[in-house]
T-cell receptor, first 115, second 114 residues
Framework: EPEVTQTPSHQVTQMGQEVILRCVPI?????FYWYRQILGQKVEFLVS????????KSEIFDDQFSVERPDGSNFTLKIRSTKLEDSAMYFC?????????????FGPGTRLTVL | GNSVTQMEGPVTLSEEAFLTINCTYT??????LFWYVQYPGEGLQLLLK?????DKGSNKGFEATYRKETTSFHLEKGSVQVSDSAVYFC?????????????FGKGTLLTVNP
């Protein structure tokens, strides 16, 4: 069964460093998403991406964040200069189309620890 | 704004016990409601959903009914199994437009003991 994969499973970085979190969505999906969950808090939407551009982003997704689909298979989230408060589990998701009738399939997450 | 509130966990039950995980929501539009489940080491998986008031979503013995009057979508299962041990997330999405983001609750950890 097709699945969303994410690498690495755990990333440890120093404050101020750049990190890139990688995701391989399901191959025929057209919509891509990043969510995050800070420990003990809610899963929060960060950004959605369609047709090679951001379709929606949250207040969290400031200039320090960027997303890219560098080739036909990967979808990346870059944090330019990490802060302690960026420590969280980051989930990638994809769906064939948008909307309530199109399931978002999630990856297992990357745990980011900023020291 | 939109938000989802789930009962705090963790919840620990014995096998074959009855499960209820409460979920309530606030929404500025007309939401569709979802339950997602995350098994250890895996991604969130859609468990069930309901797209309009009084709809009942069901899957794998779990069910939840969309109650507009109480703004609730409580998850229930009549007899849990050890294999149901996981984190359960309630979520909503506002239908229509180009807004496809899911708004989640905190998640409820369920542990089922043999």
């Amino acid at each position: 069964e097709p699945e969303v994969t994410q690498t690495p499973s755990h990333q440890v970085t120093q404050m101020g460093q750049e990190v890139i979190l990688r995701c391989v969505p399901i191959s025929n999906h057209l919509y891509f998403y990043w969510y995050r969950q800070i420990l003990g808090q809610k899963v929060e939407f960060l950004v959605s991406f369609y047709n090679n551009e951001i379709s929606e982003k949250s207040e969290i997704f400031d200039d320090q964040f960027s997303v890219e689909r560098p080739d036909g298979s990967n979808f990346t989230l870059k944090i330019r200069s990490t802060k302690l408060e960026d420590s969280a589990m980051y989930f990638c998701a994809s769906s064939y189309q948008g909307g309530v009738y199109n399931e978002q399939f999630f990856g297992p997450g990357t745990r980011l620890t900023v020291l | 704004g939109n938000s989802v509130t789930q009962m705090e966990g963790p919840v620990t039950l014995s096998e074959e016990a009855f499960l209820t995980i409460n979920c309530t929501y606030t929404a500025t539009g007309y939401p569709s409601l979802f339950w997602y489940v995350q098994y250890p080491g895996e991604g969130l998986q859609l468990l069930l959903k309901a797209t309009k008031a009084d709809d009942k979503g069901s899957n794998k013995g779990f069910e939840a009914t969309y109650r507009k009057e109480t703004t609730s979508f409580h998850l229930e299962k009549g007899s849990v199994q050890v294999s149901d041990s996981a984190v359960y997330f309630c979520a909503l999405m506002i239908a229509g437009g180009s807004n496809y983001k899911l708004t989640f609750g905190k998640g409820t950890l369920l542990t089922v003991n043999p």
